[in-house]
């Protein structure tokens, strides 16, 4: 098995290639890409039997680059990230410097993940990395390891070689919309 830093240096290496790989998440076991890969993220959609109508979360690894990736973002998002309990995912109406077909109308959902693996690889990468769960879509989210099917395994181009003994009860992020007035719409909890 991998270190740490190998598994990193390895997950860099794929993403920058254009693979997908599957991935312990701050919430749930994950399948992502290089979100500004338009290509891997076809490849997502295809894999996980999405619509491609519906678009998928980005993780990136601080509150500060959320401004590179979204279109004036609202002043009380970093409060709200900061002052949350639970994993917190936020759409914002205009995204940039992301692939176009990470959401049919250009808004974007980013989520500032807690997890060490996660903000190490985004952090070397230097890119956000796109986040769904490792299912097929209609199917339960995998909350551990041994809940990801043998079929989603086999469709990644990589599956991360650590936490697989880990076994938690996770919760799937909350997700709140963020209005132009700077109050705020749960759209899931």
């Not at 500004?36 to 490849?43: P, Q, S, V």
């Not at 993940?113 to 985004?122: A, D, L, W, Y």
């Not at 919309?177 to 700077?182: G, R």
Request: hydrophobic share 35%; aromatic share 6%.
């Amino acid at each position: 098995m991998n270190s740490f830093e190998q598994e990193v240096d390895l997950c860099v290496k794929l993403l920058s290639e254009g693979k997908v790989f599957i991935y312990p998440t701050d919430t749930i076991w994950g399948i992502g890409c290089d979100a500004t890969n338009a290509k891997a993220i076809d490849n997502i959609f295809k894999i996980k039997n999405r619509p491609a109508g519906k678009g998928l979360i980005i993780l990136v690894d601080s509150v500060e680059r959320l401004k590179d990736y979204v279109v004036n973002p609202s002043p009380i998002a970093a409060d709200l990230i900061r002052s949350a309990k639970n994993p917190l995912s936020i759409i914002y109406k205009e995204s940039k410097g992301l692939a176009k077909n990470l959401t049919p109308d250009g808004s974007v959902c980013i989520r500032v993940t807690t997890n060490e693996f996660c903000k190490e690889v985004i952090k070397r990468l230097g890119r956000p990395i796109t986040s769904t769960s490792a299912n097929l879509s209609g199917e339960p989210s995998p909350a551990n390891y041994i809940d990801i099917s043998e079929e989603m395994k086999n469709s990644a181009d990589y599956v991360v070689s650590l936490y697989h003994d880990v076994i938690v009860k996770p919760k799937a992020s909350t997700i709140i919309k963020i209005n132009d007035d700077n109050t705020f719409d749960i759209v899931r909890s």
